[in-house]
């Protein structure tokens, strides 16, 4: 953003799109693109909301197994393979979580450094937060002056655009 400040842009929109607000600490990425932000410059975001509840949410993310053949990748590159592992998804902290529990005792050895995982132990390959519309607003507004917030016909997807 100081970029935009010392090649005198006198007014800036600033695109944060994708879901990527959600993969984020909200009251950080938001402090943050304020502090960084004029008075004449524009935060454009979007973000899905919870309107399905902890269960909706685990349920999409629990039975997409595109999802699933794509965050395998992970351990795998550690050294695992498919059969060490036991996928999990949960709901914790207003978060989803896709997570692979250990099944069996393995050492992993790079270089010289050596990592030693436990039976039971946890790889969390993604997280995804999740808001109710009045938290999210309620974010929002604790950072921004101005907030005009746009939704789909379900409410599951918002469109904001924020100004000091």
């Not at 990527?20 to 943050?32: G, H, R």
């Not at 524009?42 to 899905?48: F, K």
């Not at 907030?147 to 918002?158: A, M, P, Q, R, Y």
């Amino acid at each position: 953003m100081e970029h935009m400040r010392t090649n005198h842009n006198k007014r800036n929109i600033i695109f944060f799109l994708g879901n990527s607000i959600n993969n984020s600490d909200i009251n950080e990425a938001l402090f943050n693109f304020r502090n960084s932000m004029s008075e004449s410059d524009v935060l454009v975001l979007d973000s899905v909301i919870d309107v399905d509840g902890q269960e909706g949410c685990l349920e999409f993310y629990g039975v997409d197994d595109s999802i699933h053949e794509w965050l395998i990748k992970i351990p795998e590159s550690l050294g695992f393979k498919k059969e060490d592992l036991e996928i999990g998804t949960r709901f914790k902290n207003n978060r989803v979580e896709i997570f692979f529990k250990i099944n069996n005792k393995k050492t992993i050895k790079k270089d010289e450094n050596e990592i030693v995982f436990n039976e039971g132990d946890e790889i969390i390959a993604l997280v995804s937060y999740r808001y109710k519309i009045e938290d999210f607003r309620s974010f929002l507004t604790m950072n921004f002056n101005q907030v005009e917030i746009k939704s789909n016909k379900k409410g599951s997807l918002v469109i904001v655009l924020c100004k000091k």
